[in-house]
């Protein structure tokens, strides 16, 4: 008989099992959602047999880096299914995809057109592979406070001023999921011979309706990434990356696709994309209708419940709710919904707080989520009840920051890399003023880096950081978590 193993230093086994018997409901990724959709469709020997299967490259298992067998025949059924020119597996994210799509695309010393809140996978890339970003602004949600994306008319007039530039990266959907016509984009930036890299990690799951917005391969983006393990069943860190028409050097892609992944990568994890894909192709447009009917129903229900606000974005499956209207701040209700209520979602912020929704959710997932939210507004009461932190920030006080926050460009001195290299030294925030950062500075929310490093820091941004010190917002990227210095570059 085998024995049964005691856990007492298995620190992230005990937490996770914990997890596990909680039966906590997922309104976060993976998407597969505690891999209760493997379950329900059939997959469930095959993903509990995963750990059997973990092997490399032996006879008869291929190889992902000259794929000609398996591996080959998996991917083009993938392509196939996702209507792209050529897919690959990635097993180290997203990450990895948008590394080697930007050092396969610009040389050294080139520059790239990208949105500001670009992943900081891109920015890694810029420093491995010493690019030079050109930045395209993007705009804030009034409401939540959060990314919306770029516009496509700054898009059109940042391809218009910088006709040097032969590679356009642009992120869609957003974490919330807002979009803009991509396609127009994509066929004005071709008219100009530039080439689109699309980070469509968010939206893997995009073709699965015609009520959600165009994917981006639809949409004529050269070359795109996607994250299946946050809105698709697939597990965490395996991804895709897509590749269309002939604008793209592929022999060169794959050089880069070897340099960014681990020379072992995971069969655990292709066999999960498989899955992932697998049930895309045979359930994925049935279960993604009665997800939509699911989500509409029950924001129509959350709706009519006094003080709770849901903001839609243009992809249905990503719900935003807020209960500031009750004076519940998005980190206080990410906390009782957890602690009280046995739901996680996917994030926080200020205002509220960030579902993930996917084909792995369930209406019972949704009924729950209502009947909490239907609680917390009836028995909330900040001064009994729920020991919560108490909310610091006051309506007014909210909207000063938002009024401030100084949504500019910075002048850059020094590239992604020069400045990563350069030596740095701390000074006091309010003698950085017109010196060259050292560091990122990025406040949450919204989470767009307001000075990167190599870029002048200016006095609207240090006001800012001070009021957002002042107000107890959280500004990352700064080593010093109480914002007194700052790391600058000595030019
Ligand atoms: C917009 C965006 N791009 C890329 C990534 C990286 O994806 P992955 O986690 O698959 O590496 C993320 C991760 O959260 C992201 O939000």
Known sequence: MTKEIKFEQNYINNKLQNIVNHDLISFHMPGHKKGKIYDKLGYGKLVKDLYKMDTTEIIETDNLFSAEEIIKDSQDRASKIFKSGQSYY??????????????ATCKPKSKILINRDCHQSAINAFILGDVE??????????????????????????IDNNEDIK???LTYPSYYGMVFDLEKICRYAHEKGMMVIVDEAHGAHLNLSDKLPKSALEQGADIVIQSLHKTLPAFTQSSMLHVQGDLVDKK????FLKIVQSSS????????????????????????????????????DLSKIDGVKVIKGHDATKVFISLKDLGINGYDLEEILRYKYNIQVELSNY?????????????????????????IAKNFNKNHDLK???????????????????????????????AFYSDKKEVKLKDSIGKVSGEYIIPYPPGISLTSPGEIITKEVIDYILICKEYGMNVSGLKDKSLDIIEIIEN
């Not at 949600?141 to 700054?154: A, K, L, M, P, R």
């Not at 060169?252 to 050089?255: G, V």
């Not at 909310?391 to 020069?418: G, M």
């Open 351 to 375: 205002y509220g707080v960030l579902l993930i929704c996917t084909i792995g959710n369930e209406k019972n997932d949704f009924d729950a989520f209502l009947e909490a939210i239907k609680s």
């Open 265 to 300: 990568p995971s069969y655990v994890l292709m066999s999960s994309l498989e899955i992932a894909i697998d049930i895309h192709d045979r359930y994925g447009k049935g279960l993604m209708d009665n997800l939509l009917n699911d989500i509409e129903n029950f924001e129509a």
């Open 133 to 158: 970003p050109v930045y395209i602004k993007g705009s804030i949600c009034e409401n939540t406070y959060t990314i919306q994306g770029v516009s496509e008319q700054d898009v059109i007039s940042a």
């Open 388 to 418: 919560i932190k108490q909310d610091n920030l006051n309506q007014k006080e909210a909207e000063l920051i938002h009024i401030n926050y100084p949504n500019i460009i910075p002048k850059k001195v020094l590239s992604p890399r020069e």
């Open 252 to 255: 060169n892609l794959e050089r």
């Open 167 to 169: 590679v356009l990266m």
């Open 90 to 103: 990635l097993v180290n994210g997203s990450t990895c995809g948008i590394q080697a799509a930007i050092l």
